[in-house]
């Protein structure tokens, strides 16, 4: 992939815009160091949930002890494990910036289910499908942020046509999609039809539809932290809604007409219901 950095273009991007208000004080045209990624951290005082400082720091090499290993070191220590002058890991950055609470709850279940800790939560058997759903949200994640309840429904239902298109202006105006998973924003510098993430929906007030993009994510941050410190939430990927992004009304310039969600190979029909 081209490492040439391009702000302006992501800024431009509605994909990107969670992202925007962090990106919007980075050096244009290159690759922030690890200080200066540091120095927005020191801005804002992030910690993890055991009470560290988060620090973004060179990726350790080589095989590693388990204290050392990404989950347990950010757990106990706060440090990040960052390579410079790469997508995926700036983007994970960018995303602790944006949403840390989020990020430091998922990291405290990755944590608990690694060590003999998990036992009071979840028994041994549920550890790695609660593993496998925390990666998938903090990869893939999308939260899907909703004031009406009609539009919830056929998301989870699948109907794509009657959401994207025949509800269109109810989603402009009661429905948001905020990527989160820093896994899907690097698959945002290229995107392409059949891009797809994992939606968790959140209910929130219709007002919340007109704050600013700080406001709005720090409300997420805070609505889906509350959300993931309950251990019988995300335990399943079927917690989970399949959200074609593209169908996103204005996240691409083909998808002005009805035919654009007639491809059912990128608005698949719903997994049956059991």
């Not at 109810?170 to 797809?196: C, D, N, W």
């Amino acid at each position: 992939m081209n490492t040439t950095l391009e702000w302006n273009l992501l800024l431009q991007s509605p994909l990107f815009a969670p992202l925007y208000p962090v990106i919007a004080r980075l050096t244009p045209d290159r690759f922030p160091t690890l200080d200066e990624l540091n120095a927005l951290l020191d801005a804002r005082q992030i910690a993890v949930q055991s009470g560290c400082a988060l620090r973004f720091v060179e990726q350790g090499i080589g095989r590693l002890a388990f204290e050392q290993q990404y989950e347990p070191r950010c757990y106990l220590t706060g440090e990040v494990q960052t390579r410079q002058d790469n997508w995926h890991d700036l983007l994970n950055a960018l995303v602790w910036l944006t949403y840390p609470a989020a990020k430091a709850a998922i990291n405290t279940r990755h944590y608990h289910a690694l060590t003999n800790q998990a036992a009071e939560l979840e028994s041994s058997s549920q550890r790695g499908a609660v593993r496998d759903t925390n990666t998938l949200l903090d990869e893939s994640g999308v939260i899907v942020a909703y004031a009406d309840e009609e539009l919830a429904g056929l998301l989870r239902d699948f109907q794509w046509t009657e959401l994207f298109w025949q509800r269109r202006e109810r989603v402009k105006a009661s429905m948001g999609f905020y990527v989160f998973g820093h896994g899907l924003y690097e698959k945002a510098l290229q995107p392409y039809i059949g891009m797809t993430g994992q939606g968790l929906l959140l209910p929130v007030e219709q007002d919340f539809f007109s704050w600013p993009q700080a406001q709005q994510s720090a409300h997420l941050d805070a609505l889906l932290a509350d959300y993931l410190a309950d251990p019988e939430n995300c335990r399943t990927t079927r917690e989970l809604s399949p959200v074609p992004l593209l169908g996103v009304p204005g996240w691409s310039a083909d998808n002005n007409c009805m035919s654009y969600y007639e491809n059912s190979d990128y608005f698949r029909p719903g997994r049956r219901k059991c």
